[in-house]
């Protein structure tokens, strides 16, 4: 008697599982939620799959930035809409990795997000937010296609790039350090308009020339994506004491250097 109640309810555990993972088709698409969640991801995916253009609007910042790739940016609002509801794939999980304050003040945070579509792919993004009259307004975000591969990243050399990357911006020669440890397709965000290439980013990094200008970086998360791509959020310490994000691709040459960086 004992052994058939174990295995009816082992089978009742199975179809339980199942349940949770199956698909909704269209509006109906069924949200299934980590227990680390907040509300915000499940209102962000439910209007993505409702195709509520307004609502997906609002919930970005007019002058909101999503980079697709280098030649492919959207900066506002409308085309963030336009961009979601042209993009027919259903949400059906959302979690967030890791979330964490970024400037108090401002109320803005940043965040590591996953999450599974009805085609069975899974994405991991990086989203820049805020808080504003209670509601939370999306500024930021770049997201890539996360693969099995990713767990088999070896993640020495980004280490020793970081290590390089210390090193470089404390001898206050921005040129070197740029040249050095970025993507010449890089990209930077500030709460202005997109920094693009290491010449301009060259430019914009020019107060670290000042000799008395000293950095640390202590990474709080590293996320491998796939083979090509890892977010890391982390934290500053010397002449700066914010957060930061970057986004480390691999290169043909087998280094990481930077794709993405942003501060705030």
């Given at each position: 008697?004992?052994?058939k109640?174990?295995?009816?309810?082992?089978?009742?555990g199975?179809?339980?599982?199942?349940?949770?993972?199956?698909?909704?088709?269209?509006?109906?698409?069924?949200i299934?939620l980590s227990?680390?969640?907040?509300?915000?991801?499940?209102?962000?995916?439910?209007?993505?799959?409702?195709?509520?253009?307004?609502?997906?609007?609002?919930?970005?910042?007019?002058n909101?930035?999503?980079i697709?790739s280098?030649?492919i940016?959207?900066?506002?609002?409308?085309?963030?809409?336009?961009?979601?509801?042209?993009h027919?794939?259903?949400?059906t999980s959302?979690?967030?990795?890791?979330s964490?304050?970024?400037?108090?003040?401002?109320?803005?945070?940043?965040?590591?997000v996953?999450?599974?579509?009805?085609?069975?792919?899974?994405?991991?993004?990086?989203?820049?937010?805020?808080?504003?009259?209670?509601?939370?307004i999306?500024?930021?975000?770049?997201?890539?296609?996360?693969?099995?591969?990713?767990?088999?990243?070896d993640?020495?050399?980004?280490?020793?790039?970081?290590?390089?990357w210390i090193?470089?911006?404390?001898?206050?020669n921005?040129?070197n350090?740029?040249?050095?440890?970025y993507?010449?397709?890089?990209m930077?965000?500030?709460?202005?308009?997109?920094?693009?290439?290491t010449?301009?980013?060259?430019?914009?990094?020019?107060?670290?020339?000042?000799?008395?200008?000293t950095?640390?970086?202590?990474?709080?998360?590293?996320?491998?994506?796939?083979?090509?791509?890892?977010?890391?959020?982390?934290e500053?310490?010397?002449?700066?004491?914010?957060?930061?994000?970057?986004v480390?691709?691999?290169?043909?040459?087998?280094?990481?250097?930077i794709?993405?960086?942003?501060?705030?």
């Amino acid at each position: 008697m004992k052994l058939k109640i174990i295995i009816l309810l082992a089978i009742i555990g199975c179809e339980q599982r199942e349940n949770k993972k199956e698909n909704i088709s269209n509006s109906q698409t069924e949200i299934v939620l980590s227990e680390h969640n907040t509300n915000h991801l499940k209102n962000w995916a439910d209007d993505i799959n409702n195709g509520n253009i307004n609502a997906i609007k609002n919930s970005y910042d007019t002058n909101a930035v999503k980079i697709i790739s280098e030649n492919i940016i959207i900066e506002n609002s409308t085309q963030m809409a336009n961009y979601y509801i042209n993009h027919k794939d259903k949400i059906t999980s959302i979690e967030s990795i890791l979330s964490i304050e970024a400037n108090k003040e401002k109320g803005i945070n940043y965040e590591l997000v996953r999450y599974e579509t009805d085609n069975l792919k899974e994405f991991i993004g990086i989203v820049i937010w805020r808080v504003e009259n209670e509601k939370i307004i999306r500024e930021f975000e770049f997201t890539q296609e996360s693969t099995l591969d990713a767990k088999n990243v070896d993640t020495t050399n980004i280490a020793e790039r970081r290590k390089l990357w210390i090193e470089l911006c404390n001898k206050n020669n921005s040129e070197n350090l740029v040249k050095q440890l970025y993507s010449h397709n890089t990209m930077y965000f500030n709460h202005k308009p997109i920094v693009k290439g290491t010449e301009q980013l060259i430019k914009e990094y020019g107060y670290m020339n000042n000799e008395n200008y000293t950095l640390n970086l202590h990474p709080v998360k590293l996320e491998v994506v796939n083979a090509n791509f890892a977010f890391e959020v982390g934290e500053c310490s010397g002449s700066y004491k914010g957060k930061y994000i970057l986004v480390w691709k691999k290169e043909t040459n087998g280094n990481w250097n930077i794709y993405i960086d942003s501060n705030i």
